[in-house]
């Protein structure tokens, strides 16, 4: 099945460290397709925050940080400052749809 | 400085069309292969279609048949004629640019560049 799967929310206290877990197939993550994810803050244009699984763009801090196992992709973020508040989408390569493919979105609140 | 700038949104009938057009500044367009993307509001980012360097394209299974991509290298332009258009249209269209570096170019990897979106209503 050609999805990529993030729970709908997570939330930490300012200092902490939340995951975010992005799940997919054989068709995607599993054939060895790279992960990539992105930031989108209301109102604004999506922000790239990791490419090819745990690589960052210049800019973006080390607080970030993204992963690859298997079908699974996470993304970490460590030391929560309330400007993390936002959606944050893993994208991949899906080889039975022939195009791009988002995950659901995460929403990430600050407490 | 690199941006890219989305137009042509607005309100449209259902089985209406429109004309999205992405103008684009600060790097070499031709070089790049380039995506529409969508989000309906309280939904998630859904990609749309792309548009390689040759010309080649590809469509979401949403939009194949209705709608159609093209770009103008000598104008720095990216287009998506929407034509039949339905309710489930309605969505933030982003313009975005795929990572291509020198010799780097991975085909279908991630969007290094994005516009601010252009919204597109489809209702009577």
């Known amino acids: 099945q050609s999805v990529l799967t993030q729970p709908p929310s997570v939330s930490g206290a300012p200092g902490q460290r939340v995951t975010i877990s992005c799940t997919g197939s054989?068709?995607?993550?599993?054939?060895?397709?790279?992960v990539h994810w992105y930031q989108h803050l209301p109102g604004t244009a999506p922000k790239l925050l990791i490419h090819g699984n745990s690589n960052r763009p210049s800019g973006v801090p080390d607080r970030f940080s993204g992963s690859k196992s298997g079908t699974s992709a996470s993304l970490a973020i460590t030391g929560l400052q309330a400007e993390d508040e936002g959606d944050y989408y893993c994208q991949s390569y899906d080889s039975s749809l022939g195009g791009l493919l988002f995950g659901g979105g995460t929403k990430l609140t600050v407490l | 400085e690199v941006h890219l700038v989305e137009s042509g949104g607005g309100l449209v009938q259902p089985g209406g069309s429109l004309r999205l057009s992405c103008a684009a500044s600060g790097f070499t367009f031709s070089n790049n292969d380039m995506h529409w993307v969508r989000q309906v509001t309280g939904k998630g980012l859904e990609w749309v279609s792309a548009?390689?360097?040759?010309?080649?394209?590809y469509y979401s299974g949403s939009v194949r048949g209705r709608f159609t991509i093209s770009r103008e290298n000598a104008k720095s332009s990216l287009y998506l004629q929407m034509n039949s258009l339905r309710a489930e249209d309605t969505a933030v269209y982003y313009c975005?640019?795929?990572?291509?570096?020198?010799?780097?170019?991975?085909?279908?990897?991630?969007?290094?560049?994005w516009g601010k979106g252009t919204t597109v209503t489809v209702s009577s």
């Open positions: 548009i390689g360097v040759g010309g080649a394209t």
């Open positions: 975005a640019r795929e990572y291509c570096s020198g010799g780097d170019c991975p085909g279908w990897y991630y969007m290094d560049v």
């Open positions: 054989r068709s995607n993550i599993g054939t060895g397709y790279d």
